[in-house]
Structure formats: structure tokens, C-alpha cells
């Protein structure tokens, strides 16, 4: 119950394209999730995050919508460019329990082709 | 604002030694996280501190210990390493109790290879 289940794990984009990589949860008491983005040798990095009270939260190019009755979440990437290639967690927390435990997704490797 | 630092960026050790993980968090930010992060398992969590408490802990065996020191700087300890503690170890801080108001924010980690 404490999974967060991504796909896809591999995704190549047109510059240009949109980019969308999906997240499922179990957890209903899960109440944060983020989306973090990683470049190789780099720590995470927030990119977004959304709380389910909300159902679509942008900044810039990036776009989450969430889905509370599906346990659904996702990333879009509007306009992808190849500086956004990358690898890709959603994750999420119960913040009653401690927001820093995050349970992550398995990650998606998004490549953009100029 | 510096960010997260962690040291050492990289360390090869053998089965059965054991290794300390330094991080120094944010200034300002009394909350440090630790995860592991492998190819297999991907991001965990291992355990957060916060005023020098441990206030969370993931599944882990004890081997893995923590401590959070008086200026919230923290590290980390794996005794009779095993070659799967083969991972980067990322370090993470935030302000308060994390989440939508405070999110954590990562270090580049470091990378403990075990033979």
C-alpha cells in the first residue's frame, strides 16, 4: 500500500513534443506529491509538487494533473527541449507522518531529440 | 544560499568495514533526511533527524544508523558492509517538517562502492 507505481521507464521526445509520464498510489492518506527531476552525478531536484486538494497546478512548461478519485497523477512537459532530458520520480507522503518520507516512483528516463 | 553538501562524493570500501556519510544541510534547516538510492530498488528512505531526534525510520536493517548534530549537521553509518550497500547515499535537508510549504532539497550524494 505504500507503493507509488511509474511509467513509462523510458520515454523519447521530439523537441518540441509534449512529454507526459504517469503515477499511480495506493495510499489514499497520502496528502503531497511531488515531482523531482535528476541529471547525472546531481541529487534530485523539486520540479513541482501538488497537494489533492488541487487537481491541476502549472508552472511553466510543467503541468501536474492529479486524479484523487483514480489515485492518479501525472507529469506534463509542454514544449519539451533537449536541456529537459533527464530522469524523472513522482513521489508522495503522508505530511501527519512526516512529509520527508517520500515514497518514490521508480523513475522515468526522458530523452528530448533536437 | 549554499546547498546541501555532502562528503565524500565518492568511496570504495570493503565487505565487513564499516563507513561514516557526512552532510551538511541548508543554513537555517533543522530537518536532514537520508535516502538510497539504487538502480534495483530506486529512491528509499532511510531516516530523518530533526533538533538532533530521529523523528523517522525506513526498513532498514540496523546496521544503518544516523546521527544529527547541535548545528543540524548529520551523518550516516553502515557497519559490516555488505556488497549490496553498493549505492549513492543522497542527503536531504528542509526547513520545517517537510512537504508542500517546506520541500526537501538533495545533495549530490555520495557514491559508496563496497567489493
Known amino acids: 500500500q505504500q507503493q507509488v507505481k511509474q511509467s513509462p521507464q523510458s520515454l523519447i521526445v521530439q523537441k518540441g513534443g509534449i512529454s507526459i509520464i504517469n503515477c499511480a498510489y495506493e495510499n489514499t492518506a497520502f496528502d503531497y506529491f511531488p515531482w523531482y527531476q535528476q541529471f547525472p552525478g546531481k541529487g534530485p531536484a523539486l520540479l513541482i509538487a501538488?497537494?489533492?486538494?488541487?487537481s491541476e497546478k502549472k508552472e511553466g512548461r510543467f503541468t501536474i494533473s492529479f486524479n484523487k478519485s483514480a489515485k492518479q497523477f501525472s507529469l506534463h512537459i509542454m514544449d519539451s527541449q533537449p536541456g529537459d532530458s533527464a530522469t524523472y520520480f513522482c513521489a508522495a507522503s503522508k505530511t501527519s507522518q512526516g512529509a520527508q518520507k517520500l515514497v518514490f516512483g521508480q523513475g522515468t528516463r526522458l530523452t528530448i531529440n533536437p | 544560499k549554499a546547498g546541501v553538501t555532502q562528503t565524500p562524493r565518492y568511496l570504495i570500501k570493503t565487505r565487513g568495514q564499516q563507513v561514516t556519510l557526512s552532510c551538511s544541510p541548508i543554513?537555517?534547516?533543522?530537518?536532514v533526511s537520508w535516502y538510497q538510492q539504487t538502480p534495483g530498488q530506486g529512491l528509499q528512505f532511510l531516516f530523518e533527524?530533526?533538533?538532533?531526534?530521529?523523528?523517522n525510520k525506513g526498513n532498514f536493517p540496523g546496521r544503518f544508523s544516523g546521527r544529527q548534530f547541535s548545528n543540524s549537521r548529520s551523518e550516516m553509518n553502515v557497519s559490516t558492509l555488505e556488497l549490496g550497500d553498493s549505492a549513492l547515499y543522497l542527503c536531504?535537508?528542509?526547513f520545517g517538517t517537510g512537504g508542500y510549504n517546506s520541500p526537501l532539497h538533495f545533495g549530490n550524494g555520495t557514491r559508496l562502492t563496497v567489493t
Open positions: 533527524y530533526f533538533s538532533e531526534t530521529q523523528r
Open positions: 536531504a535537508s528542509s
Open positions: 543554513s537555517g534547516h533543522r530537518s
Open positions: 501538488i497537494r489533492p486538494d488541487v
